[in-house]
């Protein structure tokens, strides 16, 4: 398992927290939103999919990776 921790522009709210952690859980990686840092922790096996598949699935959320 693999773990990162990536910083998330736009997240408000406990909509974004479960829109983002749905996201991730979609693609087979789990992750735990802090709102207040504007980063989600997140483990993944590199075997199920890639960091950047996991940027994507944020993203496509419409919320900006940075």
Do not use: R
């Not at 997140?42 to 959320?61: F, G």
């Amino acid at each position: 398992m693999q773990t990162t921790t990536l910083n998330v522009e736009g997240m408000s709210c406990n909509h974004c927290v479960k829109a983002v952690e749905g996201a991730l859980q979609e693609v087979g990686a789990q992750g735990t939103v802090d709102l207040n840092a504007k980063t989600v922790d997140i483990s993944y096996n590199e075997d199920v999919v890639t960091l950047d598949a996991i940027k994507n699935a944020i993203e496509d959320q419409g919320y900006d990776v940075v």
